[in-house]
């Protein structure tokens, strides 16, 4: 795989000429099937991390018949290192709402609900105010739609979808089965599209630009730029957006702090890429995708430490229904620490890593599922920092 | 009627009667009395037609649906791994040592309680606390007395 130099991206901070409105405007005079079709053609993948094929969503949602559809902003962003979402909430907010109100038209939805966690509740007022100058625009050009915003309260597992319109259903946020998928039977068991915050601007700013111009930028399997949020060692902490499919020893030359040690691509839920492997990782769908988190570490920390943290944040925002996940997060955190006291062989790791590879296989949703991500990379790659 | 039972009417009002409205009405009522007590989730279950023991369950779930009681203002700061390697444990201690509490306590006069909260979304400017809505990024221990006053 080659990698993409490091290249700075501006479509969504800095898009000049694209006044959210005029792009829905631009939108109407689509069809609603070329609109899908425009979606599909880009490639743009789900910015949350998943990276399901967005048109598809559309797609799906747009062929159900109901009476009511639902647009589904989720601004429920809770991965450790991540904090892109409330950037172009804070930023760019009308860029988010045109996107929603692309998809409404597309799929034939006539309210779009913006869920968005309890940390961000600072947002709230200036959002509101937002909305409604952007609902009062939209019934001006004859787009019956409007978006309205529910608050979260404090649960990381509501980003997972199904979780999300538990939660809105005044329950609590525990993942569905699927399928159905949302596109079929997602809130008050109606055809809904939910996407992330970062995949809503984008799906504006191809209309905007076109889809040639955005497919110009990234990699085949991976199209388009991403914003990055970046933190941990490095001197330029904070929001970038770069387009995808560079490899990690490119990121780390630009944000590294000179002694970086190891990257932890795509949060807690993510990898742990150690030097050594900086050159051959590629940050994309076909290396290690990411929901945008990149946190950096120097020398100087104990990857101990950072698993330790890791397993914590999982094992207390697990939501419990499922045993794989409620009692395999615990499991860990007392394995690694027997292991480092010496009170359990090195080779105990191993039995945890399967441990591991059992959640992935039986955890009910992502959470339980990607633990094994930052496990078996961290352990692996770091294995005597794990033991006395 | 006694005021968390109006409170609670009235939030029912604005929200809607519907099992939608759960979550925002048990939002509502922590905003204004800072803590679900047994007496608001009874109204809660009456006015929207639910088991009280189904409002408990939900409310229980959620880390901002306070089940305890707290004081006026909620501190929380950020105990995730970035905000944890640039300095998280100071800001406690200052904390600790200006309200004379420990995290998870209330001070005597109900003003604070101080919590450690997972991530909180401001990983490049650690470590940070928000008290009740407000953010504040790259906090500096010394700072600390001069923040908490405003909300005296």
Not at chain 1, 124 to 142: C, P, R, T, V
Not at chain 1, 232 to 247: F, Q, R, V
Not at chain 1, 318 to 344: A, N, Y
Not at chain 2, 51 to 70: K, M, N
């Amino acid at each position: 795989m080659v990698s993409k130099k490091l290249q700075r991206v501006d479509f969504i901070f800095d898009c000049a000429g694209c006044e959210p409105i005029e792009v829905v405007k631009k939108a109407l005079k689509m069809t609603r099937e070329e609109v899908v079709s425009s979606i599909i053609e880009s490639g743009l993948k789900g910015r949350g991390g998943a990276g399901f094929p967005t048109g598809m969503k559309w797609k799906f949602a747009k062929d159900e018949v109901a009476d009511t559809k639902y647009v589904i902003c989720n601004a429920d962003e809770g991965e450790p290192g991540t904090f892109k979402d409330r950037e172009i909430l804070d930023v760019v907010p009308n860029k988010v709402l045109s996107g929603m109100a692309i998809c409404a038209y597309a799929i034939g939805s006539k309210e779009g609900i913006i869920y968005l966690r309890g940390e961000y509740n600072f947002l709230l007022k200036k959002l509101n105010a937002q909305i409604d100058e952007f609902n009062n625009s939209l019934s001006k050009i004859g787009l019956d739609f409007a978006v309205s915003i529910r608050s979260g309260s404090g649960a990381y597992i509501c980003g997972e979808e199904t979780a999300l319109f538990e939660s809105m259903e005044g329950r609590r946020g525990e993942p569905r089965n699927k399928p159905p998928f949302p596109t079929k039977s997602g809130y008050n068991g109606k055809p809904t599209v939910i996407n992330n915050v970062e995949t809503l601007v984008y799906t504006a700013m191809i209309i905007n630009m076109g889809v040639d111009e955005f497919k110009a930028v990234g990699t085949m399997d991976s199209r388009g730029s991403k914003v990055f949020s970046v933190s941990g060692d490095t001197p330029k902490a904070g929001i970038h957006e770069l387009e995808l499919g560079l490899n990690v020893a490119d990121f780390v030359e630009e944000f590294g702090d000179g002694d970086t040690k190891a990257v932890q691509v795509g949060g807690a839920s993510g990898h742990c890429v150690p030097r050594k492997l900086f050159k051959e990782t590629i940050i994309g769908f076909e290396g290690i995708p990411t929901g945008g988190s990149m946190m950096i570490f120097n020398s100087t920390r104990s990857m101990f430490n950072v698993l330790n943290d890791y397993l914590e944040f999982f094992a207390e925002e697990s939501c419990g229904q499922c045993t794989p996940c409620r009692i395999g997060t615990q499991q860990l955190i007392k394995g690694i620490e027997h292991v480092k006291k010496g009170q359990m062989p090195s080779e105990y790791l191993d039995q945890l890593i399967k441990l591991t590879e059992t959640m992935k296989i039986a955890s009910k949703c992502g959470l339980g599922q990607s633990v094994a991500n930052s496990f078996s990379s961290i352990v692996t790659n770091f294995r005597e920092e794990m033991i006395y | 009627m006694a005021d968390t039972e109006k409170l609670v009417e009235q939030l029912v009002s604005k929200h809607g009667k519907t099992r939608n409205s759960l979550l925002p009405v048990l939002q509502g009522v922590v905003q204004e009395e800072h803590f679900l007590s047994d007496t608001a989730m009874i109204a809660i279950a009456k006015a929207l037609n639910l088991s009280s023991a189904d409002v408990y369950g939900t409310a229980s779930f959620y880390t901002f649906l306070e089940t305890e009681p707290r004081g006026e203002n909620i501190i929380r700061v950020c105990k995730t791994i970035t905000c944890k390697m640039k300095g998280k444990q100071r800001v406690i201690e200052a904390i600790e040592n200006h309200l004379k509490i420990k995290e998870g306590e209330t001070s005597r006069n109900k003003k604070f309680t101080l919590l450690a909260a997972n991530c909180l979304g401001w990983c490049h400017k650690g470590p940070v606390m928000l008290v009740n809505d407000d953010v504040y990024p790259h906090v500096d221990p010394d700072q600390i007395v001069n923040i908490l006053d405003k909300y005296c």
